[in-house]
């Protein structure tokens, strides 16, 4: 036993093994080391993601560097092994390999990033990390209403951006146009009513618009799109039960149903302010008008 111990420890390829082992070990070390330093002295958070991301695609940069400086003399058959193997590890690991190349897709493409609200197989949520292999997100939605976090993370393949749509709620420009409908009861001053809408979504809404036009103004000269229309607007629509008035009007992409509580206050606390002259409808039956009813006893044959 003790001569297999000493034939095994004297063969060139443990000695090998053994000094990659080490090597591995110690460049594990530095990378975590260099990311809790990072972690621990950069305030920014993108810019501390970014570099603790780098800090481990540079580990293993370096970990291939040593491998192939330790094993440069096993290597002179390398191309008849990767003929031999390709084939079968390329089938095998057709995924991962989709994978890696939706990585480069995402990296180089700016499908999103960090930060960025996007939907993606179905799942809409707030991407948290892009990996190698997968994206993690913070999904938002399905059971919870409107756009607030669910607390459910979800891990996504990359190579689903090779075959699905990819939707960026806030890349270049980080605002969506919304409506809010609110019911007025055909009795009313319709016109009061409008003003009344247009006045509230117009103060606001007036932060979000002055930011929205400096952002629109970059988005429009790198990309091809038509001028749109970013102040608030109203539209009126009718019906035998009740006036409905809509209002369109831009939001950050994070602040939907904050936005909308706040119009929908503000709407109602000036209509209170109208005495009677605007009331929101409600799908209520109402008896306008009884029919005429007789007193008078039938008459008997």
């Known amino acids: 036993m003790k001569e297999l111990i000493q034939n095994l420890t004297a063969h060139p390829m443990f000695i090998k093994l053994a000094g990659l082992g080490l090597s591995l070990l110690l460049i594990f070390l530095l990378v975590r080391f260099a990311k809790?330093?990072?972690?621990?002295?950069?305030?920014?958070?993108?810019?501390?993601?970014?570099?603790?991301?780098?800090?481990?695609?540079?580990?293993?940069?370096?970990?291939?560097?040593?491998?192939?400086?330790?094993?440069?003399?096993?290597?002179?058959?390398?191309?008849?092994?990767?003929?031999?193997?390709?084939?079968?590890?390329?089938f095998a690991l057709r995924e991962v390999i989709q994978s890696l190349f939706g990585w480069g897709v995402i990296s180089f493409g700016n499908l999103y990033q960090t930060g960025d609200r996007i939907r993606l197989n179905g799942v809409m949520g707030d991407v948290m990390d892009i990996g190698p292999l997968t994206t993690t997100v913070m999904e938002c939605g399905d059971w919870v209403k409107s756009d607030l976090y669910n607390g459910r993370v979800v891990y996504l393949p990359n190579n689903i951006v090779l075959r699905e749509q990819v939707l960026n709620y806030s890349v270049d420009f980080p605002f969506l146009w919304d409506e809010i409908v609110v019911p007025v009861r055909t009795d009313c001053d319709h016109r009061l009513a409008r003003s009344i809408i247009h006045d509230v979504g117009k103060r606001e809404q007036a932060d979000t618009i002055a930011a929205a036009q400096q952002t629109w103004s970059n988005f429009i000269l790198h990309h091809r799109a038509e001028d749109a229309r970013l102040d608030v607007a109203v539209t009126l629509s009718f019906d035998a039960n009740w006036i409905e008035f809509t209002l369109r009007y831009l939001v950050d992409y994070s602040r939907r149903r904050a936005t909308k509580d706040r119009l929908y206050t503000a709407i109602l606390d000036a209509f209170e302010q109208t005495g009677g002259k605007v009331k929101v409808a409600s799908p209520q039956l109402q008896i306008t008008e009884l029919p005429e009813m007789s007193a008078r006893p039938a008459s008997s044959n």
């Open 36 to 90: 809790l330093i990072a972690a621990n002295n950069i305030q920014d958070k993108d810019l501390r993601y970014k570099t603790r991301k780098s800090f481990g695609l540079a580990g293993y940069v370096l970990s291939l560097i040593v491998a192939i400086a330790i094993f440069s003399n096993q290597l002179d058959n390398l191309p008849v092994l990767i003929g031999l193997l390709g084939v079968g590890v390329g």
